[in-house]
């Protein structure tokens, strides 16, 4: 994580004498004339970095047939992630949105800041309703500062074309990772026969099918879904991943964090 996401600059702390281990261009001439011995002048990274997390707390989210909603799969990864960025000194904020802004918490240092991340993710009363993206940026835009890590947790899957503008603002003004969280039944229908009645929990529509007559379309068509957004992402100029529910989510973070440092370098 720190190596990944670096501070803006560097400040000076003190000076230290010189040794042949340290780069000759270190030393500070000016100071070593005036007190006869060789000193380098030393740096700490100046971080103040701010990471937030916009998290789609809509009814999708609370699909799961897994042993996790994927819901509780996202809480899992954002308290990790703010763990992380908290021991780093850096601030973490978030915002839960459904219909509209459900929690908003503004980023902020400390273990208190990730015991009130905690307490308000496992609200059980702030998930339901649909994703309203367009409210969701404009919020973002006018609630963040410049160069903010924003990172955005959904399972896209009502993810509009036109969204695609207003993620384009977002992924100028912030450093913009997509995080798209997968249950394997959002890809795949069960191979059992038999019929299976569906329901929408954004429309409240019922539907019944049967898996082996559709199913080769029905992953088909999940595959263009994901691909579409993931270009989406890419046409922006953010980092996008996906992860699904019945795997750890370390690895892709992890791949994630490795793609970003080689880009750096």
């Known amino acids: 994580?720190?190596?990944?996401?670096?501070?803006?600059?560097?400040?000076?702390?003190?000076?230290?004498?010189?040794?042949?281990?340290?780069?000759?261009?270190?030393?500070?001439?000016?100071?070593?004339?005036?007190?006869?011995?060789?000193?380098?002048?030393?740096?700490?990274?100046?971080?103040?970095?701010?990471?937030?997390?916009?998290?789609?707390?809509?009814?999708?989210?609370?699909?799961?047939?897994?042993?996790?909603?994927?819901?509780?799969?996202?809480?899992?990864?954002?308290?990790?992630?703010?763990?992380?960025?908290?021991?780093?000194?850096?601030?973490?904020?978030?915002?839960?949105?459904?219909?509209?802004?459900?929690?908003?918490?503004?980023?902020?240092?400390?273990?208190?800041?990730?015991?009130?991340?905690?307490?308000?993710?496992?609200?059980?009363?702030?998930?339901?309703?649909?994703?309203?993206?367009?409210?969701?940026?404009?919020?973002?835009?006018?609630?963040?500062?410049?160069?903010?890590?924003?990172?955005?947790i959904s399972d896209f899957a009502n993810f509009k074309p036109e969204y695609e503008a207003q993620l384009k603002l977002l992924a100028k003004k912030y450093d913009t990772i997509g995080v798209m969280i997968k249950d394997p039944r959002d890809r795949t229908l069960p191979r059992e026969s038999g019929q299976y009645v569906i329901s929408d929990p954004g429309g409240k529509k019922t539907l019944v099918v049967e898996p082996s007559l559709i199913r080769e379309h029905y992953e088909q068509e999940m595959k263009k879904e994901e691909k579409r957004i993931r270009d989406i992402y890419f046409r922006a100029g953010a980092d996008f991943i996906d992860i699904q529910t019945d795997k750890p989510y370390s690895q892709p973070i992890i791949s994630l964090f490795r793609a970003r440092a080689l880009r750096w370098k």
């Open 1 to 152: 994580y720190l190596s990944v996401f670096k501070g803006r600059g560097f400040e000076f702390a003190e000076y230290a004498h010189y040794t042949p281990d340290y780069d000759a261009r270190s030393i500070d001439w000016k100071a070593t004339a005036k007190t006869g011995d060789i000193l380098m002048r030393g740096y700490i990274e100046e971080r103040d970095i701010d990471i937030f997390f916009l998290i789609d707390a809509s009814s999708n989210m609370l699909f799961g047939s897994t042993d996790k909603l994927k819901i509780e799969y996202v809480i899992e990864l954002v308290s990790g992630l703010s763990y992380a960025a908290l021991e780093a000194g850096d601030k973490v904020g978030f915002v839960l949105v459904s219909d509209n802004i459900v929690k908003k918490l503004h980023p902020d240092k400390g273990k208190k800041q990730f015991y009130i991340i905690s307490k308000l993710l496992l609200d059980v009363d702030s998930y339901g309703g649909g994703f309203n993206f367009k409210e969701a940026a404009a919020f973002t835009l006018s609630y963040l500062k410049e160069y903010t890590v924003l990172i955005i």
